[in-house]
């Protein structure tokens, strides 16, 4: 259990650069709270948004991706499991896209939606080519590694 609440207050970002693990506590309370509200409900930010919250927040593009994290967790649906799990991608166009992971009552577990293929189900219906940065609440599962290692090999159409 406490193994758990330790993962839960570590968020990672990956982008094309490097991987830098951060404390999801990383923002000021105004600044977390100014992005939730942005967030709340949406998953999807346009550009033009994104660059003005990160102007307003003051800080790196990753900082913020980080600062929305938490909201994205709050996101999930996890009706079986009781594990929230949010991740965060900045596409090439500059929009943020958001997922979060979706289980199914009376449904197995591996029926659920993990919050990195509805982050990337999110990108694919809003045409977007490229992730540059991702951050995800949780490491990402043995699934979801196999499932971005094969994204990296896909053909592209």
Do not use: W
């Amino acid at each position: 259990m406490r193994q758990l609440q330790a993962q839960r207050q570590r968020a990672h970002v990956f982008n094309k650069h490097r991987k830098v693990s951060m404390a999801a506590e990383s923002g000021t309370r105004q600044q977390r709270s100014h992005s939730a509200e942005v967030v709340r409900g949406r998953f999807y930010i346009p550009p033009a948004e994104v660059q003005q919250l990160q102007q307003a927040a003051g800080c790196s593009m990753d900082s913020l991706l980080l600062q929305i994290l938490d909201e994205a967790s709050h996101a999930s649906r996890p009706c079986i499991s009781q594990y929230r799990v949010g991740a965060v991608g900045l596409g090439g166009s500059g929009a943020v896209y958001i997922g979060a992971n979706l289980e199914f009552p009376n449904n197995p577990l591996n029926q659920s939606v993990h919050a990195e293929q509805f982050l990337m189900a999110n990108l694919v219906l809003h045409q977007e080519r490229e992730l540059h940065s991702i951050a995800i609440s949780a490491a990402p599962c043995g699934h979801c590694r196999q499932f971005y290692s094969e994204l990296t090999r896909a053909v592209t159409c």
